[in-house]
């Protein structure tokens, strides 16, 4: 996670998503940004697919969890939790973009997912 001077501007944070190439958020919010820029990494996104359910306790913890349904497409923003649940195995990438699509479930990088990685469990961490 990077570390963010605790008063930045709207101004300074868009040019900080651009400068490090991450989408700037439509909402426009500075806690949206501010949000990106501690979790998300420079590049294109990835559509992936389930290939298994995660429910073998080995899952218990891991972001994989967060996707629920084998049927459904799934966007999720380049990010070390990205690189976890690709890492699993158990998800088939599709491809990349900036932006999903409509018809992609997004699935964000949980406000709390450095917390839940070092506890081991993501109780709370919903998208």
Known sequence: MRSLPTKLTKAQLVSR??????????????ADMKHRL???QSGDGFYVRLLKIPSHSRWEGHPVQL???????YWI????????????????????????????????????????KQHGSNDSADS
């Open 67 to 73: 996707l629920k349904n084998k049927k459904e497409l």
């Open 77 to 116: 923003p380049r990010s070390e939790m990205a690189k976890e649940i690709i890492e699993s195995n158990i998800v088939l990438v599709l491809g990349n973009t900036t932006e999903p699509s409509n018809d992609a479930v997004i699935i964000d990088v949980p406000s709390d997912y450095r917390k839940v």
């Open 17 to 30: 998503l651009k400068k490090e190439g991450i989408p700037i958020p439509k909402s426009a919010k500075i």
């Open 38 to 40: 501690d979790y998300w």
